[in-house]
């Protein structure tokens, strides 16, 4: 939603943008060849360019290479950070992952938890925004190769996106 929306959802005065703080991002993934992943990212993106400038990036990257562990992004400084939280989906199944995040009053990003397979994890990771001077909200998702890029899969289903 935003500006240049795909949904039918304009907001040109930006009040479903602005109001929005807490966000919800629901999908079912099937992985083919897991183990040759380098990672999955799953992002919830929202972006207050002409309320403060603030834009909001909770990453969400379930690392598979590299230590079977959840890194959450940070937006000031440009790169991901280990949660200690361990990710292991299942290879050649479907997986059902949750994630809950919130855009404190105080103006901050917090990583609430994530739920992989009925597993929840209580993050409570708070970190400030970085800066924007689009206005939207998005999620999107992201498979990244291992070093050899062997080939694999990933289909998503049932994908589902709340914020209020």
């Excluded at 379930?62 to 361990?86: F, L, S, Y």
């Amino acid at each position: 939603m935003g500006d240049f929306s795909t949904q039918g959802l304009p907001d040109a005065n930006h009040t479903l943008i602005n109001n929005a703080h807490n966000f919800a991002y629901d999908v079912y993934f099937y992985a083919n060849s897991l183990p040759s992943s380098q990672a999955l990212e799953f992002d919830i993106n929202q972006f207050l360019g002409s309320k403060n400038g603030k834009g909001y990036i909770w990453g969400h990257e379930c690392r598979i290479a590299g230590g079977h562990e959840w890194d959450t992004w940070d937006n000031v400084h440009q790169k991901w950070v280990p949660t200690g939280v361990p990710c292991y989906p299942k290879n050649n199944a479907w997986n059902h992952l949750v994630i809950q995040a919130q855009r404190t009053s105080g103006g901050n990003l917090l990583f609430k938890s994530i739920t992989l397979n009925g597993v929840t994890h209580t993050l409570n990771i708070t970190r400030p925004p970085g800066t924007t001077r689009w206005n939207g909200v998005t999620i999107n998702y992201q498979q990244d190769g291992n070093k050899m890029m062997t080939d694999y899969a990933i289909w998503l289903d049932k994908v589902n996106f709340t914020m209020w």
